[in-house]
């Protein structure tokens, strides 16, 4: 791999390692590009506080110790400072004002509940409801024509155990929503190296017949995850075999 735009910090209180850790580890792993893309904070109402992400008052810091390394590793490798977000369409538009405050360079969409998340069922919950997986398709396709996202993490997190016509139908129209927009698709590393329901064959089946652009992502949770190489090896015998259009690097979305 050349570039990797899905790692994380410990600031989202479920990543370990420090920020030069995961650069020396990408380092060693022989990429080119090394993406930070922290799961964001969110202004939620009522003092709502969700637990997987950073709090707003730590932003300036994650965004100047990600610069810092970048000018510090300056010629070795590219590292860029990104977040990893969910569209919840109500609170999007003031967390996007606060965000352009602090010149992020590019947002990974990463919709782990669909549209709002104060009590509501996560992408990643078995299901068998068709209105879940519309929900969850409609939320990401709004989010996709938004025109703000790099691409999409994740994009089979939706654990849709239903008909695999229903799927068929929901998930077509995702990819070709991501198609028309050009937003990439991400294979997710941290996926295979768990055998998580995601990556999900059928899911691929389709973005390959659709011909929607893929990426591999570590959604790296800690620093020795840019040394497995085996899930690559997996990732890219996936590809290989559905005849998926990978792309080695993805231009940055400015917001
Ligand atoms: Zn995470
Ligand atoms: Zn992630």
Redesign the pocket.
């Given at each position: 791999m050349l570039a990797n735009y899905h790692t994380?910090t410990a600031r989202?209180h479920?990543?370990t390692g420090t920020e030069e850790e995961y650069v020396r580890s990408a380092i060693r792993a022989g990429l080119q590009v090394l993406g930070f893309s922290d799961?964001s904070p969110y202004f939620f109402p009522d003092g709502y506080y969700s637990p997987?992400r950073m709090r707003a008052c730590e932003l300036p810091d994650y965004v100047n110790t990600v610069r810092g390394l970048r000018d510090a590793y300056r010629g070795q490798i590219d590292i860029h400072v990104g977040l990893e977000v969910e569209y919840y369409p109500a609170l999007f538009p003031r967390l996007l004002d606060f965000l352009r405050a602090y010149e992020i360079e590019y947002l990974l969409l990463g919709q782990h509940f669909p549209g709002e998340e104060i009590n509501m069922w996560g992408s990643g919950a078995r299901t068998e409801e068709e209105s879940r997986l519309r929900q969850y398709c409609h939320s990401v396709m709004e989010a996709y024509q938004t025109g703000l996202f790099t691409y999409h993490a994740h994009p089979d997190m939706m654990y849709f155990v239903g008909d695999d016509k229903v799927y068929t139908k929901y998930m077509r129209q995702l990819c070709r929503e991501a198609k028309a927009c050009g937003i990439p698709l991400e294979i997710n590393l941290l996926g295979v190296r768990d055998n998580r329901h995601y990556p999900t064959r059928r899911f691929w089946e389709i973005a390959a017949e659709e011909g929607c652009p893929v990426v591999l992502g570590y959604?790296a949770?800690e620093p020795e995850a840019f040394a497995n190489t085996k899930q690559v090896a997996a990732a890219k015998a996936l590809v290989g075999e559905l005849g998926l259009a990978l792309l080695e690097t993805v231009p940055l979305r400015k917001i």
């Open positions: 994380h989202c479920h990543a799961h997987f959604d949770h």
